[in-house]
């Protein structure tokens, strides 16, 4: 079992930034096969969206529409990972959920609460 912890949601203006952070918490075992961590999306009437993941050796992956203004870090000593958001715009008003991923053939992926992210315009 693993817990996650989300914090640094707001309300911004299009072109301000947000820093979200997202620890993993729990048990030992699930914590240490942790293989990957990341941030989903999701804006009202649509299906959530991966915005950015991060492997424990550092490997990135983004969704297009966040490159050059997203970035997404992680701190494997905390079981924390960041995602610095820049430049945000009215479309990425969304609930962005910190996700875990098991580098075990049957193990379990743990999801956060959400944290809401709402940019005027």
């Known amino acids: 079992q693993v817990q996650l912890v989300e914090s640094g949601g707001g309300l911004v203006q299009a072109g301000g930034s947000l820093r979200l952070s997202c620890t993993a918490s729990?048990?030992?075992?699930?914590?240490?096969?942790?293989?990957?961590m990341g941030w989903y999306r999701q804006a009202p009437g649509k299906q959530r969206e991966m915005a950015a993941r991060?492997?424990?050796?550092?490997?990135?992956n983004y969704a297009d529409s966040v490159k050059g203004r997203f970035t997404i870090s992680r701190d494997n000593d905390k079981s924390t990972v960041y995602l610095q958001m820049n430049s945000l715009k009215p479309e990425d008003t969304a609930v962005y959920y910190c996700?875990?991923?098991?580098?075990?053939?049957?193990?379990?992926?743990?999801w956060g609460q959400g944290t809401q992210v709402t940019v005027s315009s």
């Open positions: 991060i492997t424990r050796e550092g490997s990135t």
């Open positions: 996700n875990t991923e098991s580098r075990l053939p049957h193990g379990d992926d743990y």
């Open positions: 729990g048990n030992i075992f699930d914590i240490i096969n942790i293989n990957a």
